[in-house]
């Protein structure tokens, strides 16, 4: 190392402001390091009291400074409870509700109109009455009179669509025979006036049948003698339960006509309606105290005389 000449003006004041820039060197590092007395302790001190502060304590009988009181104040508030206070907030009302689902109506059914039916026209033919109207069943063959309007000789009667034999009178009137085959049970028939080829037709008509009128008897017994000519029927009248001896050709009941008179069977005509009515034998009412509770039976042959 090369030494310094200080006989050099230059060499000098150099090394003069060298060593005082060291000395201010070491006095900053000092002053960083452990400060300068009093000042660098409060400044420590002041600094560590900022980030953890020591409650300060008063003698008693001496008041505190002012700045410690607000310290304490300060202290404390950070232990007392937080009220929350929620501000106002007003949510705005929804436009529509999402849990509501649109349902859209139902259509309407198409409404059916039914068409309004044209009226019928009337008949050409017009069936205004007929004789007779009533009839019996099981009543013999009758003459069957239509009477009504613009009748023509192609216009038939027909008895429930079945075409009878028709005599043509006139405009006015028509007539047919019916059989008794087609009355022979009681109900209603359908009488209506047109051609074959239903071209002319009529409105239609009701003939009624009703039940013809029984007799209200019991054939009980027989009393035959050995010639059989004078035969006795015993009958019981329902209504009043007495008992008669009928004979061949006796009317009973003020209608029926006695015609045969069997072991088996009494066979009746009706006097006013021609209808046969036939009734089996039976035992009648056994309840009836009458001496011919049972029928008595037929003599085959006469005792002989002593």
């Given at each position: 190392?090369?030494?310094?000449?200080?006989?050099?003006?230059?060499?000098?004041?150099?090394?003069?402001?060298?060593?005082?820039?060291?000395?201010?060197?070491?006095?900053?590092?000092?002053?960083?390091?452990?400060?300068?007395?009093?000042?660098?302790?409060?400044?420590?001190?002041?600094?560590?009291?900022?980030?953890?502060?020591?409650?300060?304590?008063?003698?008693?009988?001496?008041?505190?400074?002012?700045?410690?009181?607000?310290?304490?104040?300060?202290?404390?508030?950070?232990?007392?409870?937080?009220?929350?206070?929620?501000?106002?907030?007003?949510?705005?009302?929804?436009?529509?509700?999402?849990?509501?689902?649109?349902?859209?109506?139902?259509?309407?059914?198409?409404?059916?109109?039914?068409?309004?039916?044209?009226?019928?026209?009337?008949?050409p033919l017009l069936l205004a009455s007929m004789s007779p109207s009533n009839?019996?069943?099981?009543?013999?063959?009758?003459?069957?009179?239509?009477?009504?309007?613009?009748?023509?000789?192609?216009?038939?009667?027909?008895?429930?669509?079945?075409?009878?034999?028709?005599?043509?009178?006139?405009?006015?009137?028509?007539?047919?025979?019916?059989?008794?085959?087609?009355?022979?049970?009681?109900?209603?028939?359908?009488?209506?006036?047109?051609?074959?080829?239903?071209?002319?037709?009529?409105?239609?008509?009701?003939?009624?049948?009703?039940?013809?009128?029984?007799?209200?008897?019991?054939?009980?017994?027989?009393?035959?003698?050995?010639?059989?000519?004078?035969?006795?029927?015993?009958?019981?009248?329902?209504?009043?339960?007495?008992?008669?001896?009928?004979?061949?050709?006796?009317?009973?009941?003020?209608?029926?006509?006695?015609?045969?008179?069997?072991?088996?069977?009494?066979?009746?005509?009706?006097?006013?309606?021609?209808?046969?009515?036939?009734?089996?034998?039976?035992?009648?009412?056994?309840?009836?105290?009458?001496?011919?509770?049972?029928?008595?039976?037929?003599?085959?042959?006469?005792?002989?005389?002593p």
């Amino acid at each position: 190392m090369q030494a310094v000449d200080l006989t050099k003006p230059g060499e000098k004041r150099k090394l003069i402001w060298a060593a005082i820039l060291g000395l201010v060197a070491l006095l900053i590092l000092w002053w960083a390091l452990f400060g300068f007395g009093g000042s660098s302790g409060s400044s420590t001190t002041a600094s560590r009291s900022t980030a953890t502060p020591t409650p300060v304590r008063s003698r008693p009988g001496t008041q505190r400074p002012a700045e410690a009181v607000s310290q304490d104040v300060l202290d404390l508030a950070r232990f007392a409870p937080i009220e929350y206070q929620p501000s106002s907030y007003s949510a705005p009302e929804a436009r529509r509700n999402i849990f509501a689902y649109y349902v859209p109506p139902p259509q309407p059914s198409p409404v059916v109109q039914e068409p309004v039916p044209s009226p019928t026209p009337p008949p050409p033919l017009l069936l205004a009455s007929m004789s007779p109207s009533n009839v019996y069943a099981r009543s013999g063959d009758f003459k069957l009179d239509i009477s009504g309007d613009k009748f023509t000789p192609a216009v038939k009667i027909f008895f429930d669509g079945r075409e009878l034999p028709t005599t043509y009178t006139g405009p006015q009137q028509l007539s047919a025979n019916v059989s008794a085959s087609m009355i022979a049970a009681p109900g209603s028939h359908s009488i209506m006036v047109r051609t074959p080829d239903n071209s002319l037709y009529s409105n239609t008509a009701a003939l009624s049948v009703a039940a013809p009128p029984t007799p209200n008897f019991l054939y009980v017994g027989i009393i035959s003698p050995h010639s059989r000519v004078y035969d006795t029927a015993i009958v019981q009248d329902r209504s009043n339960k007495n008992i008669m001896n009928i004979h061949r050709g006796d009317v009973i009941g003020g209608r029926f006509r006695v015609t045969s008179i069997s072991d088996k069977e009494l066979v009746m005509m009706d006097t006013t309606l021609k209808i046969k009515h036939t009734l089996a034998m039976s035992e009648g009412d056994k309840n009836v105290n009458n001496p011919l509770m049972r029928p008595t039976p037929r003599v085959e042959v006469e005792d002989d005389e002593p």
